[in-house]
């Protein structure tokens, strides 16, 4: 029944991955694969720089990963160092925005895989158990790394993942416009009196109808404290949760924090530009991952404030995150098993790990996290969302997560950011139907 349950899971997911691309963190929707949503001028500076030197007669292992954005350029780097410093092995490397795709359908030796998709191909035995490669690289999963890790890449066989970061929906604001970062829904009030945001056409913050939406239901329910897993599935269909996204309705259409009808990306277009379609909206602050850092600062300067999420929704403290992790694949040939604990050996130096921090994410090795927490200045991102580590919500490990949550992302959360006269009777049919149809693809 097992082997049967997970055939016609790999059946779906096989079906399900070539269709979809994936909301935040490496592999995104719109942000672009890397959560690092940027131009694509990043994506082929970063796919094509470590294929610069030839590998020779050196064993080549292949990694694919889908940082398209601007944190690929510093996996890159690390890839390239370690090219570069020794002559046995070769990281070929890949950065393709539907890394997930390919992964399946070509042999890679190594893949980026999301702190909430391990569970799923560890079920699928896509992925290869790695405490050999631990013990080769000189690593210790219990001591090299944040206990929170302990979450998403350990099962009851084994390790199947060296944990790279935890990255958190980051709260950058413009200093020019909110001197300092709002804290609370009362904030947040006071600073669009103060902007005049209904006159003016400038507002706290933006909620888009697509891009890092996950989070933004994620964080509204979070920050309420409510319970939404049940089992396998994502459960919705309570009044707890239908409050929570009728909150994110009220805080557009009832209070006016963020303009309406914003668009994919216009949460943080709106915060570094005007958007183009002539509506002249721009916004003091925005919610979004630490790969919109580096940007940002290019286009705002020393005027970029950081800072964590305000307490919007509730009481309870939450911020939604996830994790990048190095996968092995499960079809690996055990002569390239050497090499990739070289990699790993490398990689997690802390001064080449620090390589990462740079980009503004957060490393989750423990000897790098302690020269990034003692260098807050330059790694403010980091820094801040080191910090939050005791609130962070992960998608939870459960059987085909990301597309549990498709329904909502696509339809729920479109209906509720859109719809200016939503009813609750109308909110809660289409949370009892993302309900049904989580429990639906839990039992495939």
């Excluded at 082997?3 to 994936?22: D, E, N, P, Q």
């Excluded at 970063?46 to 350029?73: H, K, L, M, Y």
């Excluded at 490669?133 to 090299?144: K, N, R, T």
């Amino acid at each position: 029944m097992k082997g049967k349950r997970f055939k016609k899971l790999a059946f779906v997911m096989a079906l399900v991955l070539g269709l979809s691309v994936f909301s935040y963190g490496c592999g995104a929707q719109s942000e672009g694969s890397s959560a690092a949503g940027s131009s694509s001028g990043a994506q082929s500076e970063a796919s094509t720089s470590a294929q610069e030197e030839t590998p020779g007669d050196r064993t080549v292992i292949t990694f694919i990963n889908g940082f398209t954005g601007g944190d690929g350029p510093f996996m890159t780097k690390i890839v390239d160092g370690f090219n570069q410093s020794q002559d046995k092995y070769f990281i070929e490397q890949l950065q393709d925005a539907d890394h997930y795709t390919k992964f399946k359908s070509d042999d890679f030796d190594m893949l980026i895989i999301h702190a909430d998709w391990i569970s799923t191909y560890h079920a699928m035995g896509l992925l290869r158990e790695v405490s050999d490669i631990y013990e080769m690289a000189g690593l210790s999963f219990e001591e090299d790394f944040h206990p929170i890790v302990q979450t998403y890449a350990k099962y009851d066989d084994g390790v199947f993942a060296f944990p790279l970061d935890l990255y958190a929906d980051t709260f950058f604001y413009n200093k020019a416009l909110a001197e300092t970062p709002p804290k609370t829904y009362d904030d947040l009030l006071a600073l669009r009196d103060k902007l005049d945001s209904q006159n003016t056409n400038v507002y706290p913050i933006g909620i888009p109808l697509t891009g890092d939406e996950q989070w933004g239901w994620m964080l509204a329910l979070g920050q309420n404290g409510v319970n939404w897993v049940e089992g396998e599935h994502i459960k919705l269909d309570t009044e707890e949760a239908c409050d929570a996204f009728m909150q994110v309705h009220d805080l557009i259409y009832k209070d006016h924090i963020s303009a309406a009808g914003l668009g994919d990306q216009d949460h943080y277009n709106t915060f570094v530009s005007e958007v183009t379609d002539g509506s002249s909206v721009k916004t003091a602050a925005c919610m979004s991952g630490p790969w919109k850092y580096t940007t940002a600062l290019e286009i705002l300067g020393d005027d970029l404030g950081v800072s964590t999420l305000p307490q919007i929704y509730g009481d309870t403290p939450c911020v939604p995150a996830g994790g990048h992790t190095f996968g092995v694949s499960a079809k690996v040939d055990e002569s390239k098993i050497e090499g990739i604990a070289a990699f790993m050996k490398y990689a997690y130096q802390p001064e080449v790990m620090l390589n990462w921090a740079d980009s503004g994410q957060a490393p989750i090795h423990l000897e790098t996290m302690k020269l990034v927490q003692e260098n807050p200045d330059k790694y403010p991102v980091a820094n801040v969302n080191y910090g939050i580590f005791d609130d962070a919500m992960i998608l939870p490990a459960i059987y085909n997560i990301r597309e549990q949550v498709k329904y909502v992302n696509s339809t729920v959360w479109s209906l509720v950011v859109q719809t200016e006269d939503l009813s609750r009777d109308a909110l809660m049919a289409e949370l009892t139907k993302a309900t049904q149809i989580a429990e639906e693809l839990s039992q495939l």
